[in-house]
C-alpha cells in the first residue's frame, strides 16, 4: 500500500513542478497580451476619430 501512496505523491509532486511555470508564464502573457490589446483599441479611436474630423471639414 505504501507503494501506491509514494507513486501517487510522486505524480502529485510532478504536476505541482509543471504547473508553477505554466501559470507564472501565462500571467506574462497575459499581461502582454492586455496591454497590445488596450494599445490597439486606443489607436483604433483615434483613427476613427482622425476619419470623422476629415469627413466632417
Given at each position: 500500500?505504501?507503494?501506491g501512496i509514494s507513486s501517487?505523491?510522486?505524480t502529485t509532486?510532478?504536476?505541482i513542478v509543471a504547473a508553477l511555470?505554466?501559470?507564472l508564464l501565462h500571467s506574462v502573457v497575459s499581461g502582454v497580451?492586455?496591454?497590445l490589446n488596450h494599445m490597439?483599441?486606443?489607436q483604433?479611436?483615434?483613427l476613427i476619430?482622425?476619419?470623422e474630423e476629415e469627413a466632417g471639414a
Open positions: 500500500m505504501a507503494g501517487a505523491l510522486i509532486v510532478l504536476g511555470p505554466l501559470i497580451a492586455k496591454g490597439l483599441e486606443e483604433s479611436t483615434g476619430a482622425q476619419h
